[in-house]
């Protein structure tokens, strides 16, 4: 059981927009940054999105990342098929005293 | 443009010791902390522990007991070592860099290395 709850999968079509939820407490989302990171299938975790809502240097725009008080969402635009993975929010628990992950969750573009 | 290259063995029998090595080419290996993360076949992340260039370490409390994080500044490369391995150790072991623009402990992982499948059967 993660940390940080997100949903298992989430779907849309092709050109789409979707969001993706995470979900946690005031040790965690509540009082640090947020990351992003995006898995495609074989291979290692590639960041998107650090301090809630930054992108790294050749990230597009169409992926953005947002925080509200215990919770952040991941926001994809203009899905594309190359956008199939699966997406991890990540965090400092200060409780834990522990990096903390979400459980991921799976894109499928329709 | 910083590359990480891990190695290690990828199959164990329980109760041996699991020993990876993650080298850093290209970059500054000071001013950051050097992380390991897991991930067991079909399921999620998890952090191992993490060494700065002086040898300051932080780990899961989940497996502090069994965890052995080091540092050789000389060639740039940190190591991990797991005790007393068991099947529920069997996973993917990424090498990852960590950026703590905001301060330590606050941060996240900007460059990852491929992985490294480990197995653990007896």
């Known amino acids: 059981q993660s940390v940080l709850t997100q949903p298992p999968s989430v779907s849309a079509a092709p050109g789409q927009k979707v969001t993706i939820s995470c979900s946690g407490s005031?040790?965690?989302?509540?009082?640090?940054?947020v990351s992003w990171y995006q898995q495609l299938p074989g291979t290692a975790p590639k960041l998107l999105i650090y301090?809630?809502?930054k992108r790294p240097s050749g990230i597009p725009d169409r992926f953005s990342g947002s925080k509200s008080g215990t919770s952040a969402t991941l926001g994809i635009t203009g899905l594309q098929t190359g956008d199939e993975a699966d997406y991890y929010c990540?965090?400092?628990?200060?409780?834990?005293?522990?990096?903390?992950f979400g459980g991921g969750t799976k894109l499928t573009v329709l | 443009q910083v590359q990480l290259q891990q190695w290690g063995a990828g199959l164990l029998k329980p109760s041996e010791t699991l020993s990876l090595t993650c080298a850093v080419y290209?970059?500054?290996?000071?001013?950051?902390?050097w992380s390991w993360i897991r991930q067991p076949p079909g399921k999620g992340l998890e952090w191992i522990g993490e060494?700065?260039?002086?040898?300051?370490?932080n780990y899961n409390p989940s497996l502090k007991s069994r965890v052995t994080i080091s540092v050789d500044t000389s060639k740039n490369q940190f190591s991990l070592k797991l005790s007393s391995v068991t099947a529920a150790d069997t996973a993917v072991y990424y090498c990852a860099r960590l950026v703590f623009n905001s301060g330590y402990p606050k941060g996240y992982m900007d460059v990852w290395g491929k992985g490294t499948t480990v197995t653990v059967s007896s």
């Open positions: 990540g965090t400092w628990d200060s409780s834990l005293s522990a990096r903390v």
């Open positions: 005031s040790s965690n989302i509540g009082n640090n940054y």
């Open positions: 290209g970059g500054s290996f000071s001013g950051y902390y």
């Open positions: 301090d809630n809502n």
């Open positions: 060494i700065n260039h002086s040898g300051s370490t």
